[in-house]
Nanobody, 120 residues
Framework: QVQLVESGGGLVQAGGSLRLSCAAS????????MGWYRQAPEKQRELVAS???????KYDDSVKGRFTISRDNAKNTVYLQMNSLKPEDTAVYYC??????????????WGQGTQVTVSS
């Protein structure tokens, strides 16, 4: 059984910062890509940032220069440092990971989501 547990969301004023964390646990053999998605009310879930096991990174254009994704492979944890937050960043943020387990092979896993609210 694999779990992704997120933390670090909250309420912040525009221009402020938050740091999200997501730790994977369970019967993990290896983790390929890890990433963060977000979903605002009445909008589709969208990719914010992703990072592979060798450090290849992608960002959505809307967060480039403001958000930084990183990971600690020894801790099976991915982080998202969010600076210069804007009200349009308000959404539920979800952690995602592509994980190889002995029982299921390679599968896609999601965290439970953490709310980020940016007030103007």
């Amino acid at each position: 059984q694999v779990q992704l547990v997120e933390s670090g969301g909250g309420l912040v004023q525009a221009g402020g910062s938050l740091r999200l964390s997501c730790a994977a646990s369970g019967s993990i053999f290896s983790i390929n890509a890890m990433g963060w998605y977000r979903q605002a009310p009445e909008k589709q879930r969208e990719l914010v940032a992703s990072i592979t096991s060798v450090g290849s990174i992608k960002y959505d254009d809307s967060v480039k220069g403001r958000f930084t994704i990183s990971r600690d492979n020894a801790k099976n944890t991915v982080y998202l440092q969010m600076n210069s937050l804007k009200p349009e960043d308000t959404a539920v943020y979800y952690c995602n990971a592509l994980i190889w387990t002995p029982n299921r092979g390679v599968s896609d896993y999601w965290g439970q989501g953490t709310q980020v609210t940016v007030s103007s």
